[in-house]
């Protein structure tokens, strides 16, 4: 019987990653760490996203975009700060 192919997309490999880097930081978790949690080799994972960098960057555009409607009143002039 083959086995069945398990397909990551990028929002996948982000939704792991963000309890990872809340819990030990960048520089506590590596790119092996990140392929394990999401079930890749370390190869694959680079199919994805080139580094470690750029899986951080996307992770907090993602937090951002998501949590952008806090931050909308703090850049309104006319609300006291």
């Known amino acids: 019987m083959a086995k069945k192919k398990v ?3 990028k ?3 982000i939704a792991a990653v963000i309890p990872l880097f809340s819990k ?3 520089a506590g978790v590596s790119m092996r760490d990140i392929a394990k949690a999401v079930s890749l080799s370390p190869a694959s994972l680079y199919n994805h996203f080139p580094d470690k960098e ?3 960057r996307e992770m907090l555009n993602v937090i951002y975009q998501s949590q952008g409607e806090l931050f909308y009143p703090l850049s309104d002039p006319e609300v006291p700060v």
């Open 54 to 56: 750029s899986i951080y």
């Open 7 to 9: 397909t990551k997309t």
């Open 11 to 13: 929002a996948d490999i």
């Open 24 to 26: 030990d930081g960048y």
